[in-house]
T-cell receptor, first 116, second 113 residues
Framework: AQSVTQLDSHVSVSEGTPVLLRCNYS??????LFWYVQHPNKGLQLLLK????ATLVKGINGFEAEFKKSETSFHLTKPSAHMSDAAEYFC??????????????WGLGTSLAVNP | DTAVSQTPKYLVTQMGNDKSIKCEQN?????MYWYKQDSKKFLKIMFS???????INETVPNRFSPKSPDKAHLNLHINSLELGDSAVYFC????????????FGPGTRLTVL
């Protein structure tokens, strides 16, 4: 069975400090992996995605994530948090065996707070 | 030139009413989706259409009926609204053909009183 676990429901950092949002997945097949961000009262925006190319993926707004197959992880990082990064972050998995089934498996989200 | 648009943005209605939410994408994508996001931010897929054909239908009450008149539109009609239907509903689209990035609309906040 496929699943995705975001290990922290809430993360709080100070502005200018590093951000780490953790995500582990379970998949019988090589997956595609995504991080989406949702700012308060806004829609969902793709931050970055991994699709079996380079394991270190760079996204928008200075975020990046590293696919580690041995650890079944896809943690999201940013070297220096900005106040505007405060949002809800979702880790998403799509198993590549899914064929025409375009169903994504969504994590429960991590709420990132950035303190001045 | 909004990519995925939804109307209305806010919808407040009484229990028992019937309402529709419209979604349009101008990205030329083949696949469209409806998601429900509850108050705890949990995102759950409801339906997916590919070229007007239903391909994903999660366990959703049959009071919810999606309609896709063409591949650029996927509307959601809800009959006999209940309190538990209050949520934010997101429409999304993706190119299809194995390219899976989904592009989301701004959401429709439905409140059932």
């Amino acid at each position: 069975a496929q699943s995705v676990t975001q290990l922290d429901s809430h993360v709080s950092v100070s502005e200018g400090t590093p951000v780490l949002l953790r995500c582990n997945y379970s998949s019988s097949y090589s997956p595609s992996l995504f991080w989406y961000v949702q700012h308060p009262n806004k829609g969902l925006q793709l931050l970055l995605k991994y699709t079996s190319a380079a394991t270190l993926v760079k996204g928008i707004n200075g975020f990046e994530a590293e696919f580690k197959k041995s650890e079944t992880s896809f943690h999201l990082t940013k070297p220096s948090a900005h106040m505007s990064d405060a949002a809800e972050y979702f880790c998403v998995v799509r198993p590549l065996n899914a064929g025409n089934n375009r169903k994504l498996i969504w994590g429960l989200g991590t709420s990132l707070a950035v303190n001045p | 030139d909004t990519a995925v648009s939804q109307t209305p943005k806010y919808l407040v209605t009484q229990m028992g009413n019937d309402k529709s939410i419209k979604c349009e994408q101008n990205l030329g994508h083949d696949t469209m989706y409806w998601y429900k996001q509850d108050s705890k931010k949990f995102l759950k897929i409801m339906f997916s259409y590919n070229n007007k054909e239903l391909i994903i239908n999660e366990t959703v009450p049959n009071r919810f009926s999606p309609k896709s008149p063409d591949k650029a539109h996927l509307n959601l009609h809800i009959n006999s609204l209940e309190l538990g239907d209050s949520a934010v509903y997101f429409c999304a689209s993706s190119p299809g053909g194995g390219v899976d990035t989904q592009y989301f609309g701004p959401g429709t906040r439905l409140t059932v009183l």
